[in-house]
């Protein structure tokens, strides 16, 4: 475990000394200004944030507060910002761009942005999108997805090579890691994408894959049987819990379910996804049958809930 934990701090320190590198280069070439990287940051923050004041700026950037004073002294003196008292709180003072700081800060993001163009042009598509979404991923787990607002998110219903690949290993390492589950569970959501593949029919089926910057965080699916619409494959990442998409997903499986004309629809799931089943019976499912299943864990109990779709309206449809 220790000689693990060195691994990971070499290899991160290894990146912020790349990155560091790379900072420096953008400072050097992308401004092209008589500000410094820090300086053009301090711009940006107060050009984004709403009533902007010294302690909120402080705070976003994490630097001492006296270099910031000496920042934002430089600014007003080259007429860039502007200060005046505050319309929410008379005793702060607000930090503003004047009509000057906005062309400045507008001409540095045209060249910041061309900069990054430049660097990530010689790289693939794919290349360019894996690049995003690690980046996505480094600040999503490093803020504890705190940062991540449901309006982030995209969802789609395409479904593109790798999808089955990726969230069958989504649901082998989230339901090992919380909740201990067997290898075979993997196995398990492996073969029903092989059928669910095999027999696609987008007029019956669909996948729901939502993405935050082209990653795939949650899903779910409905497979067609007959009269009665299955539910599958429901899922959240932990960092993207909270902000309403689980509810969203389930929202849009349903409303698929009742536009295509299925009578029924029911799902599969354990009796320790308590918080999945306090969701599914607001929804306004109900238990019809359990079983055993010591394949994915032991002690572990299937459940079957089912819906009439003919029924009123439910929690998840207000």
Not at 107 to 114: A, G, I, M, V, Y
Not at 270 to 279: C, F, G, Q, R, W
Request: hydrophobic letters at 35%; aromatic letters at 8%.
């Amino acid at each position: 475990m220790i000689q693990r934990t060195q691994n990971q701090v070499r290899v991160i320190r290894n990146f912020n000394r790349y990155y560091t590198n790379v900072l420096g280069l953008l400072d050097q070439h992308i401004l092209e200004s008589d500000l410094s990287l820090s300086e053009v940051r301090v711009l940006y923050e107060i050009e984004k944030t709403p009533n902007c004041t010294f302690k909120m700026l402080s705070g976003i950037l994490c630097i001492d507060a006296g270099y910031l004073s000496r920042i934002l002294k430089k600014l007003e003196n080259m007429s860039l910002i502007e200060k005046k008292p505050s319309s929410e709180d008379g005793r702060a003072i607000e930090l503003l761009l004047t009509g000057s700081g906005k062309d400045k800060i507008s001409t540095l993001n045209r060249l910041s942005d061309e900069q990054i163009a430049n660097m990530i042009r010689p790289l693939t598509d794919s290349e360019k999108e894996e690049l995003v979404k690690d980046m996505t991923s480094v600040e999503t787990i490093l803020t504890g997805g705190s940062e991540v607002k449901a309006s982030d998110i995209t969802i789609r219903t395409e479904i593109k090579p790798g999808d089955a690949g990726y969230i069958t290993y989504m649901h082998g390492k989230i339901y090992r890691e919380e909740y201990n589950y067997m290898s075979s569970f993997e196995a398990y959501v492996a073969e029903s994408f092989y059928q669910f593949l095999l027999h696609y029919n987008p007029q019956q089926d669909r996948l729901w894959c939502a993405e935050h910057n082209g990653k795939i965080v949650g899903c779910i699916g409905i497979v067609g049987h007959g009269e009665r619409a299955q539910l599958r494959w429901f899922l959240t990442d932990h960092l993207y819990r909270g902000i309403g998409l689980g509810k969203k997903l389930l929202t849009c499986a349903l409303e698929f379910a009742k536009e295509k004309g299925y009578k029924s629809i029911y799902l599969d799931t354990t009796s320790d996804l308590t918080k999945a089943i306090s969701l599914y019976e607001r929804a306004g499912f109900r238990k019809v049958s359990e079983k055993p299943n010591n394949s994915w864990k032991e002690g572990l109990v299937e459940l079957e809930l089912a819906m009439d779709l003919a029924a009123p309206a439910s929690e998840v449809d207000s």
